[in-house]
Nanobody
Framework: QVHLVESGGGLVQPGGSLRLSCAAS????????MGWYRRAPGKERELVAR???????IYADSVKGRFTISRDNGKNMVYLQMNSLKPEDTAVYYC???????WGQGTQVTVSS
């Protein structure tokens, strides 16, 4: 049984930074492709970034150059470093295991002055 737990969300001012973490258990994490998605109010859930077991990454155009996805296979963790945050980044952010088709519960990120 795969289990994903996100943390690190919160309220931040425009231009600020946050680091989201996702703790994974119950799978062979090192080979899992992991992703961060978000759902803004009134919008559909969208891909933010994805990382393969080998470290290959993909980013949404809206976050390229500002967000960085990374992973620590020894700790079964995946991270999303978010810099230069904008109000339009406000959303619930979800960790997702592509390999196991499993979602975390989400963590709220609010960018506001």
């Amino acid at each position: 049984q795969v289990h994903l737990v996100e943390s690190g969300g919160g309220l931040v001012q425009p231009g600020g930074s946050l680091r989201l973490s996702c703790a994974a258990s119950g799978s062979i994490f090192s080979i899992d492709t992991m992703g961060w998605y978000r759902r803004a109010p009134g919008k559909e859930r969208e891909l933010v970034a994805r990382i393969s077991g080998g470290g290959r990454t993909i980013y949404a155009d809206s976050v390229k150059g500002r967000f960085t996805i990374s992973r620590d296979n020894g700790k079964n963790m995946v991270y999303l470093q978010m810099n230069s945050l904008k109000p339009e980044d406000t959303a619930v952010y979800y960790c997702y295991s592509h390999t196991n088709d499993y979602w975390g519960q989400g963590t709220q990120v609010t960018v506001s002055s």
